[in-house]
């Protein structure tokens, strides 16, 4: 990690996500997320923000980030849900139109143009054998930064590809855990993308309430920097595309280097 790499003391970059625009997003983690002054990413399906369309232009006044999440949500064939919406049958011209769709509606429900994108289940391809094909390409023309999913790792900031960041998975995880998640990420100066979906006291794709309440006194210390998505990238795309300085010369084998003595 260089210098001035995020803002004030912070010696980390923590992004809290959420996926579908699910309900208990706003009636049990809103609250918390409020009450410890945080602002999160939500990746939405228009289907689901148009259910609860006032409650979710509240969130945006709030100053979360409301993100695209494609309008169908299609996912492998592998998945049950997804066998009659599978990306194996799309093409990238049909993958184009999803995630276009789906940001114009969003504008037109909640009036914000999405900036960043999250691959559903993770999955960044379409079609099957020797027609499989990556659609990160769209999603680097299109978004400030594309987020993974069920990630290993966090973000290198001066390396990682913003078109597909890695992000942890965090349902189902205890305090300790998504502490240490961030801890490890201060030590080596990450950026830490999590991603959950519901959030309550327990079950299936459920975030716990009390390890969101850990992780949130854990972000407001002053050697976190806390942020959305969207914000975070944007920073970061502005050190990437910085240019950076060739190395000072060394002497003696450099290109464009003086000969050393008795060398023509």
Known sequence: MTDNQFPGEARVALSLSFDDARDSQLDVALPV???HGVRATFYVLPAH????????????????????????????????????????DYSLER???????????IEALLGVRPETFAYPCGQS??????????FVPLVARRFVAGRGYGSE???????CDLAHLDAFTIDGLDAAQLVDMVDAGTAAGRWVVMAGHDVGEGGDQTVLVD?????CRRASQADVWVAPVVEVAKRLRQRQDRPHPLP????RGQIGSAPEAGRS
């Open 49 to 88: 923000v148009w259910r609860r369309r006032h409650e979710w232009q509240a969130v945006v006044d709030g100053g979360h980030e409301i993100a695209n999440h494609t309008a169908t949500h299609p996912c492998s064939g592998n998945f049950e849900f997804s066998r009659t919406n599978a990306l194996e």
């Open 125 to 134: 391809f379409v079609g099957r054998g020797e027609g499989r094909t990556s």
């Open 95 to 105: 993958m184009e139109a999803e995630i276009d769709r789906a940001s114009g509606r």
């Open 211 to 215: 390890a969101l309440e850990a992780l």
């Open 248 to 251: 000072p010369p060394t002497g």
């Open 153 to 159: 790792t966090s973000n290198d900031p001066e390396s």
């Open 33 to 35: 997320l409020k009450a």
